[in-house]
């Protein structure tokens, strides 16, 4: 069996919050709300953001789209 990994980089909600310059709580707001998507870690370790689920915020807030 071919069992290559696939590396993700995730995202917790406080990477986030600096990233954006807001409070870890506007963060869990926006996943509670579905603006943002997150990934729930088993072992209650909390929530993890892909960049996947990141991309596709900044998308939906973009002013404009870009030419390309």
Known sequence: KD???IVVKLYTCD????????????????IRNKKLGAIKISGG????????????????RRT???ER
């Open 3 to 5: 069992r290559r990994k």
């Open 15 to 30: 990477e986030v919050a600096e990233r954006y310059g807001v409070r870890t709580d506007t963060v869990w707001g926006w």
């Open 45 to 60: 370790k909390g929530l993890r953001i892909s960049e996947d689920d990141i991309t596709a915020f900044e998308n939906a």
């Open 64 to 66: 404009f789209q870009p």
